[in-house]
């Protein structure tokens, strides 16, 4: 699977964004580590319901059985667009380190940066098992 592969995918998803609030489209691809790939879209509602694409592509792997993650593609603005704080821990709470989150932005995604979970949410609150 190349990065191309999970961008096109990301961008696909992007389109189907229900964002009547904010205007602000996200798209994400999620890969597991068995080459699998789960898409999610930013939902909109009214009040405090709306859900991000990171949550979304996860919610989506996660309800399927997926257990092992090893790297997703966020597709947002022009601008650098990184997961908020909420989808940080969620995702945390998911992967291990190696885990690759690859942010796509620029005039016509033409840019790239690349994180692990430890880079966006440093410190990260876990229960003891
Ligand atoms: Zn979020």
């Known amino acids: 699977m190349k990065i191309e592969d999970l961008i096109k995918i990301a961008i696909e ?3 189907n964004a229900y964002v009547p609030y904010s205007h602000f489209k996200v798209g994400v691809a999620v890969l597991s580590k068995n ?3 789960y898409s999610g879209c930013n939902i909109e509602n009214h009040g405090i319901m709306s859900i991000c694409a990171e949550r979304v592509a996860f919610s989506k ?3 399927e059985g997926e257990k092992d993650f090893k790297a997703m593609v966020v597709v947002g603005a022009e ?3 990184t997961p908020c704080g909420y989808c940080r821990q969620f995702i945390s ?3 291990e380190k190696d885990f690759k989150i ?3 932005y620029g005039e016509k995604f033409n840019k790239i940066k690349e994180y692990t979970i ?3 949410l440093p410190c990260s609150f876990k229960l003891k098992h």
Do not use: D, R
Request: cysteine-free; glycine content about 4%; aromatic content about 10%.
């Open 13 to 15: 998803a992007q389109n």
């Open 35 to 37: 080459g699998k790939i």
């Open 61 to 63: 792997a996660l309800s």
């Open 79 to 81: 601008e650098l667009t």
């Open 93 to 95: 709470e998911f992967v």
């Open 102 to 104: 690859y942010i796509v």
């Open 118 to 120: 430890e880079e966006l």
